[in-house]
């Protein structure tokens, strides 16, 4: 039932920007936290950031703070995910997720960040 398919990933210049985005459906997303989570090419799973309560409170991992912006269009169910000033550490497939604090019930397949040249 619950269904994330995430986008805009490719490759991009270090120093580049680049807008990730999650189509969500089949749960209330409104009142659903959810995160971004990122895995590089033979590492294991990383927080990167999480969007939750009334408020729509954020959190950043801190390798991405000040450059990376989590925000959500409740009215189109879309989770984004703004990244600036893209480093080749960043290389990752990023990953849409519902829930937060490190409870995560459920992923989306990924996109792929290339981050090169």
């Known amino acids: 039932e619950v269904q994330l398919v995430e986008s805009g990933g490719g490759l991009v210049q270090p120093g580049g920007s680049l807008m990730l985005s999650c189509a969500a459906s089949g749960f209330s997303f409104s009142s659903s936290a959810m995160s971004w989570v990122r895995q590089a090419p033979g590492k294991g799973l990383e927080w990167v950031s999480s969007i939750y309560g009334y408020i729509r409170n954020t959190n950043y991992a801190g390798s991405v703070k000040g450059r990376f912006t989590i925000s959500t269009d409740n009215a189109k169910n879309t989770l984004y995910l703004q990244m600036s000033s893209l480093r080749a550490e960043d290389t990752a497939v990023y990953y849409c997720?519902?829930?937060?604090?490190?409870?995560?019930?459920?992923w989306g397949q990924g996109t792929q960040v290339t981050v090169s040249s």
């Open positions: 997720a519902k829930g937060g604090n490190s409870r995560f019930e459920s």
